[in-house]
């Protein structure tokens, strides 16, 4: 098993998660990242307080569907509204993610560029069950090139930024689940590709959504999302792969421990691969 076994369940009004860590570090970025976005008209707050004592963080309800709830409907019943919404809320998603690192990089007043190598080894060497998976010739080139990555201008992320914690009605955002045990302040990339990855493999797996049969689709969902982020693909292009191939590893976890079999663990392995593969000259 993986080193941070959660629990989140809901009641009829509020949200709440218990990990076997504590959860002070999770539970305070959260909590700032509410302050900050206080006078943001496009957030909708969940009121977030962490119980020490209990090590539990409750959050109020939100009354609007997680992203991974609107995607899994595959247009049904109106696919012209559902599509529309989807792209609503991929822009939402880009538009907060852009604040949430811009406020991160001023917290950290951070003008300089760090290791990004550091913090990914610690957290490759906690889920060390996931590396055991991997073939050997993709374990040893993803381990040195996650050793060789370039330093990075970090900000305070999220580290989970993906569809089933992101609530929207394509009007407000809510957002949960932040921050992961060996780093507060990490490469932006994490985040991003975090966001892409699973979108991507979401509509990728779903026989019956139209975004599998019609890539263009899908293109645009992700182009609003761009567009209200700002271009990054060209920034850093070696420091983009080894975050995104590191993100599938992460993504491995779930199917690692239930069947490797499941489609989606070729599909991450396959990731990978394309993603340390060298670059062009």
């Given at each position: 098993?993986g080193?941070?076994?959660?629990?989140?369940?809901?009641?009829?009004?509020?949200?709440?998660?218990?990990?076997?860590?504590?959860?002070?570090?999770?539970?305070?970025?959260?909590?700032?990242?509410?302050?900050?976005?206080?006078?943001?008209?496009?957030?909708?707050?969940?009121?977030?307080?962490?119980?020490?004592?209990?090590?539990?963080?409750?959050?109020r309800?939100?009354?609007y569907l997680?992203?991974?709830?609107q995607?899994?409907?595959?247009?049904?019943?109106?696919?012209?509204?559902?599509?529309?919404?989807?792209n609503?809320v991929?822009?939402l998603?880009?538009?907060?993610?852009?604040?949430?690192?811009?406020?991160?990089?001023?917290?950290q007043?951070?003008?300089?560029?760090?290791?990004?190598?550091?913090?990914?080894?610690?957290?490759?060497?906690?889920?060390?069950?996931?590396?055991?998976?991997?073939?050997?010739?993709?374990?040893?080139?993803?381990?040195?090139?996650?050793?060789?990555?370039?330093?990075?201008?970090?900000?305070?992320?999220?580290?989970?930024?993906?569809?089933?914690?992101?609530?929207?009605d394509?009007?407000?955002i809510?957002?949960?689940?932040?921050?992961?045990?060996?780093?507060?302040?990490?490469?932006p990339?994490?985040?991003?590709?975090?966001?892409?990855?699973?979108l991507?493999?979401?509509?990728?797996?779903?026989?019956?959504?139209?975004?599998k049969?019609?890539?263009?689709?899908?293109?645009?969902?992700?182009?609003n999302?761009?567009?209200?982020?700002?271009?990054?693909?060209g920034?850093?292009?070696?420091?983009?792969?080894?975050?995104?191939?590191?993100?599938?590893?992460?993504?491995?976890?779930a199917?690692v421990e239930?069947?490797?079999?499941?489609?989606?663990?070729?599909?991450?392995?396959?990731?990978?691969?394309?993603?340390?593969?060298?670059?062009?000259l």
């Open positions: 098993m080193p941070d076994h959660r629990n989140e369940f809901e009641t009829g009004k509020f949200l709440y998660k218990q990990s076997d860590i504590g959860q002070s570090k999770q539970a305070k970025l959260c909590i700032d990242a509410e302050k900050f976005f206080e006078n943001c008209d496009f957030y909708h707050p969940l009121n977030t307080v962490y119980v020490s004592n209990r090590n539990v963080i409750i959050s309800k939100s009354e997680r992203f991974q709830e995607i899994a409907l595959n247009g049904f019943p109106n696919p012209i509204s559902w599509y529309k919404q989807l609503k991929a822009n998603s880009g538009r907060w993610l852009k604040y949430y690192h811009e406020f991160g990089r001023n917290s007043d951070n003008e300089g560029r760090e290791s990004v190598s550091s913090p990914l080894l610690k957290y490759i060497d906690a889920r060390k069950y996931i590396l055991d998976a991997l073939p050997s010739g993709l374990r040893n080139r993803f381990l040195e090139s996650v050793r060789g990555c370039p330093d990075h201008f970090l900000t305070t992320v999220h580290s989970d930024f993906a569809p089933p914690n992101i609530f929207s394509g009007e407000k809510s957002v949960i689940d932040f921050g992961v045990a060996e780093w507060t302040a990490m490469s990339y994490w985040d991003i590709a975090t966001f892409v990855i699973y991507t493999r979401e509509n990728q797996f779903r026989m019956k959504s139209p975004l049969w019609l890539p263009f689709l899908r293109a645009r969902v992700l182009s999302f761009f567009e209200a982020y700002g271009d990054v693909y920034a850093d292009p070696k420091v983009w792969r080894i975050c995104c191939a590191s993100r599938h590893f992460a993504l491995l976890s199917l239930s069947n490797t079999a499941d489609r989606r663990f070729s599909w991450h392995i396959d990731q990978m691969q394309k993603m340390l593969e060298p670059e062009p």
